[in-house]
């Protein structure tokens, strides 16, 4: 059972920030030499990959939810129970 849905968008932007970090800990280290520079595409590839991945999932959930609510063959709640039809 799972106790919230999956957002694959904030999943992006968690590893991003994970590889961001890790980047900057490399530099401080010494371990290599990352310019200030380089920072720029990855966080805004990282965002901008994230912002495209939330906009797919929630067109896929609102689709799979449209598609779930006209599946219902069951009568109107007008029609069905002691409610007076107009």
Same mark, same amino acid.
């Given at each position: ?9 904030? *999943?992006?932007? =968690? !590893?991003?920030?994970? $590889? /961001?970090?890790?980047?900057? @800990? ?16 990855? *966080?805004?590839? =990282? !965002?901008?990959?994230? $912002? /495209?991945?939330?906009?797919? @999932? ?29």
């Amino acid at each position: 059972m799972l106790l919230h849905e999956f957002r694959p968008g904030r *999943l992006l932007v =968690g !590893l991003t920030a994970l $590889a /961001l970090t890790a980047l900057y @800990a490399g530099d401080a280290t010494g371990a290599w030499t990352t310019p200030w520079y380089a920072m720029v595409p990855v *966080l805004c590839g =990282g !965002l901008g990959t994230a $912002a /495209l991945v939330t906009w797919v @999932a929630y067109r896929i959930r609102r689709r799979s939810a449209r598609s779930r609510s006209s599946e219902s063959i069951g009568a109107p709640a007008s029609s069905s129970g002691s409610q007076a039809i107009r």
